[in-house]
Structure formats: structure tokens, C-alpha cells
């Protein structure tokens, strides 16, 4: 059976087409693969996954150390690693800020914004400050910072650390961040990652007497020239020990009984009080 000349064409030029796609696809993952190998890497460790919080704690501190992984094929960064960490507590279902204002000669509420799912701890450290560390428009993008103003809202209301109503004036989200600020549960720290090494740092987490307990998120980002070239998340654990974690579990699984005993209690030790100081 012999083909006519047109079909051969026809055929040739398929066969033509299916090769330059093979080649196109093969020299594709192998660029890829040449992108992964030349990819800086993280190796993240924590001085401590679990922190307990006993009668006497009065604060405490986590020392995160990381590595950056290179193989031989990666060329050096002529200007250097910049590292940033940041750590977020246990998140609560809804925090409202008030805005109080005048009336007469009294001050009262008078309109408020609720935000939603917000961390009730949350720190950011940094081998520099911020705003040199990497651009606006990637710390918005990497939730990067703790000033509201410049965090991008999405549909759901996301801005930044904060879940703030699309419709709600920014001065509540700076309200709301300035007094975590001012409880010690929000802070930055602009030198609070140290390089040892070119290739190794360490940053030391603050854990205040009020931290709450649950898990925290750390999520360790690694830059060069203002780019992000790798991330890495670690978790770690605050827990309440002896007789604070049985009073906590029975508040919460009882928490009528929980609150009858401690008016009962209440009145007693105000009847010990009245006993022992009273004036006949």
C-alpha cells in the first residue's frame, strides 16, 4: 500500500509537531529542576516546642536559631541574607473597639467596629527595620507589618493581621493594634534577628507574663536584596500546669459552679477581713 504524497505530509508534520512539544515539555522541567537546585532553602530550629506556665511565671522567652541551606550550584549573595519572624498566638473570635467621643460635659461610646479572628499575640522581628528590610508593596503582601494603613482588604475584610470590615475608618485598627501594644501582647522588634554567621541567625522571642496560653504559629522568612526567597513554619505550645490548668478546665466545663464558688468565696474572705479589723 503506498500513501499518497499529501498524506506523508500531513503525517511528517504531526510527528514534527509532537517532538518540538516533548523537547519544549523536557527542556521545561529541567529549567524548573535548574530553579529548584539553585532555590536558598531553611533549616529552623526552636530552643523549646513547650512552655509551661506554672503559679510563679512571670514571663519567659523562646530562642529561635535558622540555618540557610545552599548547595554548590546556588552563587553567593554578594549583599547577604536579611531574615524576619513572625509569631502568632491563640486567635480570639471577635475583639470590639469603641470610639468614644463628647457629649456635653460627658464622654461616652458612641460608634464601635467589631473585628473578628483576630491573634491575640503578635510579634515581629526583623534583621532590620521594615521598611528596609523589603518593599510596601511585599509586606503587604507577606502580612508583613503592623500597621494597618498599609495592608490590602479583601473580600472577606483581611487586612493584614487584622480581619477589619472594609467599611470600617482605619483609626480603628490603629486603635486596636496600639493597645495590644500597650498590653505587651503586639510589638516589632526592627533588630530582633541576629545573624551569627553569614549563613546562620538567631532571633529570641518574648513570651510576657500575659501571653495567653494555646499554640503559636512562627513563620520564619528569609530575603535578599528585598526579595523573599524562602519561608519555613514552626509551631510551639504555652501551657498552663497544676492547679492554674485544673482551675482553668473547670471554668470553663463548669463555669456556674466556677462562678458561685468565687462570690462564696468572695463574701467569706470579706467577713474574715471585717472580723479581724473591726473596731469595737
Known amino acids: 500500500m503506498h500513501l499518497d504524497r499529501p498524506a506523508a505530509v500531513r503525517t511528517g508534520a504531526a510527528a514534527r509537531l509532537l517532538y518540538a512539544l516533548a523537547a519544549a515539555l523536557a527542556a521545561f522541567i529541567a529549567l524548573a529542576a535548574a530553579d529548584t537546585a539553585r532555590a ?26 535558622g540555618a540557610v541551606q545552599r548547595d554548590e550550584q546556588t552563587i553567593a549573595r554578594t549583599t547577604g ?22 457629649l456635653g460635659p460627658i464622654w461616652i461610646n458612641r460608634t464601635q467596629q467589631t473585628f473578628a479572628d483576630i491573634p491575640r499575640y503578635l510579634a ?25 494603613t498599609i495592608a490590602p482588604r479583601s473580600e472577606s475584610g483581611e487586612s493584614g493581621a487584622l480581619l477589619q470590615p472594609r467599611d470600617a475608618p482605619p483609626e480603628y485598627a490603629e486603635a486596636l493594634v496600639r493597645l495590644r501594644m500597650q498590653e505587651g501582647q503586639y510589638f516589632e522588634i526592627g533588630r530582633g534577628v541576629t545573624f551569627i554567621t553569614p549563613m546562620i541567625f538567631r532571633a529570641a522571642i518574648p513570651l ?27 509551631n510551639f505550645e504555652l501551657v498552663k500546669t497544676g492547679f492554674e490548668q485544673r482551675v482553668a478546665v473547670w471554668a470553663e466545663t463548669r463555669a456556674a459552679a466556677y462562678g458561685l464558688l468565687t ?10 477581713a471585717s472580723v479581724i479589723f473591726r473596731r469595737d
Open 40 to 65: 536558598e532553602g531553611l533549616v529552623i530550629s526552636l530552643s523549646n516546642h513547650q512552655v509551661m506556665i506554672t503559679s510563679n511565671y512571670t514571663g519567659s522567652q523562646i530562642t529561635l536559631f
Open 81 to 102: 541574607y536579611d531574615a524576619a519572624v513572625i509569631v502568632r498566638g491563640p486567635r480570639v473570635d471577635a475583639v470590639t473597639v469603641r470610639r468614644k467621643e463628647r
Open 124 to 148: 515581629i522581628l526583623s534583621s532590620r527595620p521594615l521598611d528596609e528590610l523589603t518593599s510596601e508593596l511585599m509586606r503587604m503582601r507577606l502580612q508583613l507589618d503592623l500597621d494597618p
Open 208 to 234: 510576657p507574663a500575659g501571653a495567653p496560653p494555646g499554640n503559636y504559629e512562627v513563620e520564619t522568612l528569609l530575603f535578599s536584596d528585598g526579595v523573599q526567597l524562602s519561608r519555613d513554619i514552626t
Open 263 to 272: 462570690v462564696l468565696m468572695a463574701m467569706f474572705f470579706g467577713w474574715i
